[in-house]
């Protein structure tokens, strides 16, 4: 049950109200408005009186209503009208029209406007037009003359809607902090049917300021990255002609009066306000020219894996930056995928996108490398992006989103989780899609019988733990087929397994051999050193396993045990 809060000003608010609730609609979609229920249950409703006197019955209702804001003159509040929409989930039963009642005198109680037994209270009624939703409105001036007391009323309105929902059986939403993006309105959505898009204007306009927010590294190219979108933007400016907010519009997207729909960026969501855009832009300064020369592709994957890590063992505001940095990425990843994944991959970053807010701040500083690596490969030409780099990113991908589903459940962010876990199946699928031809294609090439047996032996030495998991994967073949390769490169396929078992742990792998698989050939691109530096190496460790440590005099000597592989 989502009910929806908003305030009306104007001396004729609660007139065009009435109006609304009780016309048929844009499309015809209020069927048979009607009062159910009212602040002394009495109140004329239009809805059952005779056609020929409907408007005279609206103007009625409205003028009792505000009644107790007229009688304040030029001392009414500017704001004098709370409307709220409550509506049931589609696969709600349909309540009658007493059940809609009380719940519509559960929220205004639960609101501060009508206290159960308060007989000056606000005026108020419920007004049903179609069987899933009602519109309650109230007038903001007590029957006393006072103000009703409604601080924190969108939030003591949304718990006494979870319980609404436990007591009637309906649906049961996952209670939120308050920093949810707005939705689109009821409007909009119509809006949006009409002109046959899938999405609302205000949709569509959040997703592409949050790819410009992500692939910009000043606020001069995030405009002008907007704009090479379509997007029209109106800076607002103060009196020392400083840029403090900016709106945004679609071409094509107006008003009654054929003037542009504009969206202050607040109001697409909360961090999405110019000073906020700002601090992550500061927050995240370029990396060193050196660490960009090494391959993008390489480097997000790198810091993809390391946010699990983050996640598990950083302070709350490196986690929760983590979880801004990899929503960036995810963002970006759809440019830069081939048309079978884009819908998925489109989907994931829409719906990770309520992952990445939390009341917690973000601490950016630890995101530098993800979010640069990201930026550079989106710079690269289309001829030179590698497939198998996009299917090792999202491998590492779908951890790091998993792991994030985790840490919102063990700080009880119930909105949060489920769309971590919403967005890990789109992942999943854009994975798939991108990752099975490929893997596929290395299978093909697997090479004779021989080299399988000696790389399970590598394997039985390097991980016996995990090696009767990673024999029996399905991609076993592929990751055969990029150790041959590796070694064919110069590498040593025993070094390279041990040094993708460092990185880290196969136990929370679903398919290890296909996690080792891109891992190896990550490290298998790298230049392979000489066979001089190989053998440098080889006698390097043959003396640190046979020369004994000797401890300070008087005590007994150590000799090193072999190094302990991690996992």
């Known amino acids: 049950m989502i009910p929806k809060i908003i305030l009306g000003k104007g001396a004729r608010a609660t007139r065009r109200l009435i109006g609304y609730l009780y016309a048929p609609g844009t499309a015809n979609e209020h069927t048979d408005p009607h009062l159910v229920a009212s602040w002394n249950g009495f109140a004329p409703d239009p809805g059952r009186s005779p056609q020929r006197n409907g408007k005279q019955v609206e103007n009625q209702l409205a003028t009792q209503l505000d009644q107790p804001v007229k009688m304040l003159g030029d001392k009414a509040p500017a704001t004098t009208l709370w409307h709220c929409p409550v509506r049931a989930a589609p696969e709600d039963p349909i309540l009658t029209d007493a059940q809609w009642a009380d719940i519509a005198r559960r929220i205004v109680a639960a609101a501060g406007l009508a206290p159960e037994g308060d007989e000056e209270a606000c005026r108020w009624v419920a007004v049903r037009h179609a069987d899933d939703h009602i519109h309650i409105a109230a007038t903001l001036v007590r029957q006393d003359g006072r103000r009703p007391r409604r601080d924190h009323d969108i939030r003591a309105v949304q718990r006494e809607a979870r319980k609404i929902e436990i007591d009637l059986g309906l649906r049961r939403l996952n209670p939120g902090d308050g920093t949810t993006a707005k939705r689109p309105t009821s409007k909009e959505q119509f809006k949006a049917q009409r002109q046959g898009q899938d999405t609302t204007t205000r949709e569509i306009l959040r997703t592409r300021v949050r790819r410009a927010v992500a692939a910009a590294s000043t606020e001069t190219e995030f405009f002008a990255l907007l704009e090479a979108t379509g997007v029209a933007v109106r800076p607002k400016t103060g009196p020392s002609g400083d840029v403090l907010g900016y709106s945004v519009a679609l071409p094509g997207d107006l008003n009654k009066h054929g003037e542009p729909v504009w969206f202050s960026g607040s109001t697409l969501a909360g961090d999405l306000s110019l000073p906020k855009i700002r601090h992550r832009l500061t927050a995240t300064t370029p990396e060193p020219a050196t660490a960009r020369a090494a391959d993008p592709w390489h480097q997000?994957?790198?810091?993809?894996?390391?946010?699990?890590?983050?996640?598990?063992?950083?302070?709350?505001?490196?986690?929760?930056?983590?979880?801004?940095?990899?929503?960036?990425?995810?963002?970006?990843?759809?440019?830069?995928?081939?048309?079978?994944?884009?819908?998925?991959?489109?989907?994931?970053?829409?719906?990770?996108?309520?992952?990445?807010?939390?009341?917690?701040?973000?601490?950016?500083d630890s995101t530098r490398v993800?979010?640069?690596?990201?930026?550079?490969?989106?710079?690269?030409?289309?001829?030179?992006?590698?497939?198998?780099?996009?299917?090792?990113?999202?491998?590492?991908a779908l951890i790091a989103v998993a792991f994030a589903k985790h840490w919102h459940r063990t700080h009880q962010h119930a909105q949060q989780e489920a769309a971590a876990q919403q967005a890990l199946v789109h992942l999943q699928t854009a994975y798939s899609q991108v990752a099975v031809p490929i893997l596929d294609n290395l299978a093909r090439r697997t090479p004779g019988i021989q080299a399988k047996q000696r790389y399970a032996h590598h394997l039985q030495q390097t991980v016996p733990e995990h090696a009767d998991r990673i024999l029996k994967d399905p991609a076993w073949d592929a990751l055969i087929t990029t150790l041959a390769d590796a070694e064919t490169a110069g590498h040593d396929p025993a070094t390279l397994l041990d040094q993708a078992l460092g990185q880290r742990t196969l136990d929370d792998a679903h398919n290890p051999a296909r996690a080792l698989t891109w891992r190896i050939h990550r490290l298998g691109q790298r230049h392979a050193p000489s066979p001089l530096a190989q053998a440098a190496m080889a006698r390097s460790t043959a003396r640190l396993h046979a020369t004994p440590v000797h401890p300070p005099a008087g005590g007994p000597t150590v000799v090193p045990q072999p190094p302990v592989r991690r996992r």
């Open 300 to 364: 997000a994957t790198a810091a993809t894996e390391r946010i699990p890590h983050h996640l598990t063992h950083g302070s709350d505001h490196i986690a929760q930056g983590q979880l801004v940095a990899l929503g960036a990425a995810l963002d970006l990843l759809p440019l830069t995928a081939p048309a079978a994944a884009k819908n998925e991959l489109e989907r994931a970053a829409a719906l990770f996108e309520r992952a990445t807010r939390s009341r917690i701040t973000a601490d950016l």
């Open 370 to 396: 993800l979010r640069r690596s990201i930026q550079t490969i989106l710079r690269i030409p289309t001829t030179t992006r590698d497939g198998a780099g996009l299917a090792m990113l999202l491998d590492a």
